[in-house]
């Protein structure tokens, strides 16, 4: 069974830094790319960043670029999102994903992490 559980979500100010892991079992990890999509109250879920499965290739929304970044560790089968300068607009629910693609066509995910960042 695959699984995917997220942790490192919380509370902070503008301009902290919190960093998200993504931990996975149940599957060849090093197969897929794994992505991070978050989620604002009353918004559709959004991609954020995303890595192909030897982290050769990264992609990252326009919002995010500069500071947030992706990394993986094949050792402990995890992901992680560096997430620095953060802004209230940062504030989501924060999803890690098996991809077939960089930023599309996943079919696992965890069932998130919250992030809130006040001004």
């Known amino acids: 069974q695959v699984q995917l559980v997220e942790s490192g979500g919380g509370l902070v100010q503008a301009g902290a830094s919190l960093k998200l892991a993504c931990a996975t079992s149940?599957?060849?990890?090093?197969?897929?790319?794994m992505a991070w999509f978050r989620q604002a109250p009353g918004k559709e879920r959004e991609f954020v960043a995303g890595?192909?499965?030897?982290?050769?290739?990264?992609k990252y929304v326009d919002s995010v670029k500069g500071r947030f970044t992706l990394s993986k560790d094949h050792t402990r089968n995890a992901v992680y999102l560096q997430m620095n300068s953060l802004e209230p607009g940062d504030t989501a629910v924060y999803y890690c994903?098996?991809?077939?693609?960089?930023?599309?066509?996943?079919?696992?995910w965890g069932l998130g992490t919250q992030v809130i960042v006040s001004s």
């Open positions: 149940g599957r060849t990890f090093s197969t897929y790319a």
């Open positions: 994903a098996s991809c077939r693609r960089i930023s599309s066509d996943c079919d696992h």
């Open positions: 890595l192909t499965w030897n982290a050769a290739l990264t």
